[in-house]
Every structure is written in C-alpha cells, then in structure tokens.
C-alpha cells in the first residue's frame, strides 16, 4: 500500500470515528504544524499533545470529517486537500473549509511530520512538489 492510499484509508477511519487507526500510523515523537496563518497556530509533539489537539477541536465543533478533494505523493510525501467540516453540539460552532495537509514519513513508514496550510501552493512548496497549474 502506498502512502496516498494509507492517508485515504485513514481519513476514513477518522471519518468513521476511528482515531486509533490514525495514531497507528504516527510516529510516537511525530509532530504536528498548524497552519502558520491560523489565529491559533501551534505545534503539537507526540501522540498525547495530537490527541489534545483533537480533542479541542472536537469539543469545539464535534468530529470533524475530511473529504479528499486532491491528492499528490512524491517518494516519502503526500499532500492532500481535503474538505474539513464538524459542527459543535453544544456550541453550534460550524466549520467548513478547505485545509491543505502534508505527511511526511519515516524510513519505517511511519508519519512523523503533518504540516497543515490554508494556501495549496505553500504546502506545494513545503512538499517539494511543482505549484498546481493556476
């Protein structure tokens, strides 16, 4: 299984409520980048910083779901752009936009560095990817 299709298989187990699947695949020391124009911007380290970064997402706008709207792998890279969307039950807080998410992985196969972007030719760039045609 390639990269790409392990990334889709785990946007939908995380569809699916399935986080376990996802952190299987991280790197127990991996680290995840917010993206850097995000007013709550952060960097979060190992699985139990994640999981605290997910959990306020959560209580913020309910389980987030991921729809793949492109996908591009390169050697030990894959960027995807997915639709983001939740709606928080207590809060009534929506969310509904479009992230770019970029996995690196180890050499055991492993994610070990997610940076996220609003801008898909900044994640372009962050991958070592060719900018997508204008």
Same mark, same amino acid.
């Given at each position: 299984?390639?990269?790409?299709?392990?990334? %889709?298989?785990?946007?939908?187990?995380?569809?699916?409520?399935?986080?376990?699947?996802?952190?299987?695949?991280?790197?127990?020391?991996?680290?995840?980048?917010?993206?850097?124009?995000?007013? *709550?911007?952060?960097?979060?380290?190992?699985?139990?910083?994640?999981?605290?970064?997910? *959990?306020?997402?959560?209580?913020?706008?309910?389980?987030?779901?991921?729809?793949?709207?492109?996908?591009?792998?390169?050697?030990? %890279?894959?960027?995807?752009?997915?639709? %983001?969307?939740?709606?928080? %039950?207590?809060?009534?807080?929506?969310?509904?936009?479009?992230?770019?998410?970029?996995?690196?992985? *180890?050499? *055991?196969?492993?994610?070990?560095?997610?940076?996220?972007?609003?801008?898909?030719?900044?994640?372009?760039?962050?991958?070592?990817?060719?900018?997508?045609?204008?």
């Amino acid at each position: 299984m390639g990269y790409g299709n392990l990334i %889709r298989t785990g946007y939908e187990a995380w569809n699916g409520g399935d986080r376990s699947f996802v952190l299987q695949h991280l790197s127990p020391d991996v680290v995840w980048v917010t993206p850097p124009d995000d007013p *709550d911007q952060g960097v979060f380290r190992g699985h139990d910083a994640i999981k605290g970064f997910w *959990d306020q997402w959560r209580a913020n706008v309910g389980q987030l779901r991921f729809e793949v709207e492109d996908m591009a792998e390169t050697g030990d %890279r894959v960027l995807a752009v997915v639709k %983001r969307s939740g709606v928080g %039950r207590q809060s009534g807080l929506e969310v509904s936009d479009v992230v770019c998410q970029v996995f690196f992985f *180890d050499e *055991d196969g492993q994610c070990s560095l997610v940076r996220e972007f609003y801008d898909r030719k900044a994640a372009s760039a962050a991958a070592g990817m060719a900018p997508p045609p204008p």
